[in-house]
């Protein structure tokens, strides 16, 4: 600094850049022209950035470690920006940049990992305690109860496209909430027939995935919440939180089913026991439709 000048202030707008682990599932967004964001919801441990795209997601969850990591998500280390609802941001060419901070990935993780091949008589050995599990926890569903669940559940067993698109015709957007109960029933649904399905090689349940994924994410963006839009376009293509794939691997007996399941059913005021309703319903009817093949 030359004598007799004055430091020079900090430039009231410079940006903090900072890295995170980042869902695969934005790489497409992400590695796209850049496009203008807002922050649609903001909470002390995420926020929800809805981009102004055709592409999927739209919504994107800036959030930290302790939080749900939801498989549209960036991990941040530290604490959130300093932004509210209907403030402006940026997504695309390689970052995101909301209020003074821009975010790269420095990692990237997968929200749709495969299960591997598992046997379907483990599969049946699993549903009792899942069953159980979830009958006897104080957490329950939503729309336990409601006919259209009831109609989905009969709907998958018999692998009926007319019983089970109807009923979750009847379930999209279905509850008050960022994600309706509905929604998180759908989502845990698509998500369990997907990856239960392929792994027992229930070619008829991952038919009946394609079906209904093709159902519950058309014209989703009017029929829901941006935010639970974006997780159904998710579960159609497998993804899921950390919470639903730690069930997933307990059902298939890779880790204990129990505490993951508990994990779960913590997740939001209903969300968690919905999306398990859901996983109850994908794995009940793989094990119908692989009984009935027999």
Known sequence: MTVGTRPRAPRAHAR????????????????????????????????????????????????????????????????????????????????????????????????????????PVRLARSLPVLAELCDRSPRRPGLEGNGAVALLAQGCAEASLLKSVT??????????????????????????LRHLGTAAGAGRAVWLADWLAAAVTFDARGRTTPISATLLHCAARGEASGEVLAVLRGLAGRQSLEPALHRLLQLGHTSGADLACGLRIGLAAIIDLEGGNR
Do not use: K
């Not at 994600?179 to 698509?190: E, I, K, N, Q, Y």
């Open 167 to 192: 009923a979750a015709e009847q379930l999209v957007g279905l509850g008050p909430g960022l994600t309706p109960s509905g929604d998180d029933v759908l989502a845990g649904l698509l998500v369990a």
């Open 16 to 119: 903090t850049h900072a890295t995170g682990a980042v869902s695969t599932a934005l790489r497409r967004i992400l590695e796209s022209p850049r496009r203008p964001a807002r922050v649609l919801a903001a909470f002390p441990a995420g926020i929800y950035l809805e981009v102004r795209t055709e592409l999927e997601p739209h919504v994107i969850a800036v959030v930290t470690g302790d939080a749900t990591r939801l498989p549209n998500a960036m991990v941040i280390t530290g604490s959130m920006p300093q932004v509210a609802v209907g403030d402006e941001g940026s997504v695309g060419d390689g970052s995101i940049e909301v209020g003074r901070l821009s975010l790269r990935a420095h990692r990237w993780w997968n929200p749709a990992p495969a299960l591997g091949r598992v046997d």
